[in-house]
């Protein structure tokens, strides 16, 4: 049986005879190509440029038919284009949330962590009194923007398209401008029975004020009050002493006149 070294130098031999034999078969070919040259009359640069010419016809078609092929498949995107869903902060690659999920995210526990709009502040954030509190997971976009397509859910930072705008009922979708004037017409109304609540106890208070006032005045008379009852006290002394004297003076005048009749 013949050694890996025998076998070995058999290759190299074959491997010799080959290309001899390569070589022969190439000279024979570039003689037969020589001898076509000289009798049609062409040289290598006729040759280089039919080749170029060849060359540039097939990158134009190339090109064209890639500009097609790019064309249709953005004409399918943009029609059935989904807006991005997860995005991965470190890469900013993004992902819709529908079919295979890339690598930054499928090993992920809480996928609410690469939420797009702030997703993640909202489920941190406290839930409201008095109620079930925020659901968790993605919320149902509640505005849209009409040249894009991109949505918001209202819950986090708001987007840049939306957040240098002045009115943003424009950008609401159906159903939440349906929702909107109903929860305005609520605000009102809320304030609206605020500020009566206000104005009841602001009047309440000045009527509570105004009895007190009357009844501390009722309770406790003036100094000029009392001054005013002791001169009228005291006027009414000397009219009884005049009154009294008149009285005398009559009692005493009448035996007089009864003595100087008996006289007579």
Known sequence: MPTLEQIQAKLKKLQAQADVMIARKAQAAVDQIRALMLKHG???????????????ARGANRAAGNGRVKAASAAKAGKTATPAKYLDPKTGATWTGHGRAPGWIVNAK?????????????????PAKGGKGQPKGAQPPKYRDPKTGATWSGRGPAPAWLASAKDRSKFLIDGSAAAAPKAAAKTG???SAAVSKKSTAKKAGAARKTVAKKAAAKKAPTASKKAAVKKTAAKKAPARKVATKAAAAPSVAAPQAAT???NA
């Open 42 to 56: 062409l040289t290598t640069a006729d040759i280089e440029a039919e080749a170029k010419a060849k060359r540039a």
């Open 189 to 191: 109304k809320a304030k």
């Open 260 to 262: 100087a009749e008996a």
């Open 110 to 126: 809480d996928r609410t962590v690469f939420l797009i709009s702030g997703a993640s502040e909202m489920k941190a954030a406290a």
